[in-house]
């Protein structure tokens, strides 16, 4: 990641912190939790009014480590590092930004690797459905405990940007700003095959053990890896997968192998090897089938319109034109909808060739849209 | 599939037939076969001066079996059905039509499940590459043998138009016309990742035994269901998946489980669940990998008038609005090689929202450029 001015800094050695939460959490799905955990990481400081908070909200494989480096990792910075930090788009002299695991998530928030306290063991395929309701309520209870009443902004992109959007009409008193980047209100036919694909590949893996591979001391590397690189297609447009590795062949001409001989096959297998021994599976398939259920019109005869009355906060949509698996128009959807409502509503379409992944680029015009409209947010 | 003309009949019950050739045929890859053998169907008659055959090349999952249906299978008509008959736009009371399964398939021709000389046991994953112009030249021995010295056209859709462009430019004295439809002179990036993801299903397949399941009295079947769960995907648009599927929900609401819910899981299951007890899986892998090394411009450095330069043929070149997979540029960039090298090309770009499906099916526009291009040729 490339710093776009040279004036921006990072927000140096960060440190993620653990809340707990007593109080039992009821799920959509008609479980619940009675106790939780969030990792989080903050950047910046609360100030007096407590009216500068802003939420970041991950994708399927972010986390709450959105911004600068740990201590004893020198290269890994935080997945927005380009956006979060002092004199960036999202500027932590200004704001109080937070970063959290999604309830579910592997990165340390309470998900399938943590114990079920009913077994004493990870629960595996049996840690419950989560929705994209569900994640706000949690990151709700976050903000109670940090003291925050209302945020200045919540943001996201894809999935992120659907809890932006979630946020805005769970708790429309508690949120004064809403950017939702690459997002769509609802996964196309398309984007649920794709998903599912990726799920069968996990679910049809012999070492996933019907969701307990923890207790096999293994874990379904093949199917996480086919999931990745299936995923990996959707997050990039055709002519910029063309423009990155074209048809360059390693050795220059047909080897007549099943062997990684194009470059794209091996960019492919090198994102699949590297998540599938990293990620956990349970944790896919749960976010993924969030991503499938997210759906707010659904209740209102699929009039999004009507859906998005209770928002209350100002908008930022953001889509890139090479953006295949969140087009444009799902954006515009949501802007339409918000404007029908008469909803304070800003939408940049962006030009970049970087399909679904411009999001987490750092293109000039989408930092200056970033960047003005944090700037015109009062704290 | 349907009449688009209700004066069009069938050519009724079909059986295949079986050329062997003994004359050792080398391929690109630097083996060779001692000899091989061609399954193929016909539909019309030979004419006297034996000008009116046109071959018709299938696709991945295609075979010998385009038009008509066998004695002993009501409902199992052949893949091209709505195209080859009496009264169709392939009119077999003008043509003589010779479907064949390729050199490398699973429906009888020579392939991985064909007992390997040397050892007596099937082939399987020691069966050699096979790229589009081999298949071009084992072609061309089965036209020797049926009295062919010319065909009055090759036709084929996807894979199958590149065998029509192959043929051009390989025998460009035994094709006076080609016909490529939804087709590419080769295949993308984001086209080979695709395929790599597939191939990466079946060689990770623990059932797939390094390509020798046979003797282990299974198939792997999970990798080939994935394979062509995500091929599906590829074959339609995002909005014909919408329009046919959407979000439908089996039981009305979200059941909170990895069932098949929506009605687009159901049916990539179903297909790759068919899909996956019927094709061979080595198949599967080297008729990706052919797709992925096709590329007649490779020679030329890229140029593709340059590559073209040796046909001789009339063209028609067909491509359909929404297909992603093989998109119109794809076909145009075909169409403008052949215009600089001042050949006969027609060019047709479809309407159609199927994507690239659309060349299976009997659009009627589609259908009536075919059949107005084909009573153009002189037999």
């Known amino acids: 990641m490339t710093e776009s001015q040279s004036a921006c800094q990072s927000v140096g050695i960060v440190a993620p912190q653990t809340a707990r939460f007593e109080e039992v959490l009821p799920l959509r799905c008609g ?32 986390s709450h480590h959105v911004a600068g480096r740990y201590a004893n990792e020198e290269k890994d910075s935080g997945w927005w590092n380009n956006l979060v930090g002092p004199g960036k788009p999202l500027d932590t002299r200004k704001f109080f ?3 959290v695991n999604n309830l579910g998530g592997c ?11 009913a077994s004493g063991r990870p629960w595996g395929a049996d840690f419950p459905f989560i929705t994209v309701e569900d994640w706000v309520d949690a990151q709700a209870r976050l903000a109670d405990s940090l003291g925050i009443g209302s945020f200045a902004a919540v943001i996201g992109g894809s999935l992120g940007g659907m809890q932006a959007l979630s946020w805005s009409l769970r708790y429309p008193e508690r949120i004064r700003h809403a950017a939702v980047i690459a997002s769509a209100a609802k996964l196309s036919a398309q984007n649920i095959a794709f998903n599912e694909v990726a799920r069968q590949a996990i679910l049809t893996d012999p070492d996933f053990h019907d969701g307990h591979f923890y207790a096999f ?14 995923g990996h297609i959707t997050y990039l447009s055709d002519d910029a997968m063309g423009e990155k590795f074209g048809r360059n062949l390693h050795h220059g001409k047909a080897a007549y192998s099943y062997d990684a001989e194009f470059e794209i096959e091996s960019y492919l297998r090198h994102q699949g090897n590297r998540f599938s021994r990293q990620f956990d ?10 991503l499938d259920y997210y759906d707010p019109a659904f209740a209102y005869g699929d009039n999004l319109t009507a859906a998005l009355a209770a928002a209350r906060a100002g908008f930022l949509v953001v889509a890139f034109t090479t953006d295949w698996r969140f087009s444009p128009d799902r954006s515009r959807e949501i802007v339409y909808a918000l404007a029908h409502n008469g909803r304070d509503v800003t939408y940049a379409e962006i030009d ?3 399909g679904h992944d411009s999001f987490l680029l750092d293109d000039p015009q989408y930092h200056a849209v970033l960047a003005a409209w944090f700037d015109r947010i009062e704290v």
């Open 107 to 117: 990165h340390g928030s309470t998900g399938p690797r943590s114990a079920n306290p």
């Open 217 to 230: 001391n293994t874990l379904p590397e093949r199917g996480l890896r086919l999931a990745r690189m299936v």
């Open 352 to 354: 970049s060739a970087a």
């Open 97 to 99: 930004v937070i970063g």
């Open 31 to 62: 479980a619940h939790l009675d106790g939780y955990e969030l990792v989080f990481e903050t950047y910046g400081t609360l100030n007096a009014a407590h009216s500068n908070a802003v939420l970041v909200c991950h994708a399927l494989s972010g």
């Open 281 to 290: 599976a349970n944790t896919y398939l749960l976010t993924t089938r969030a």
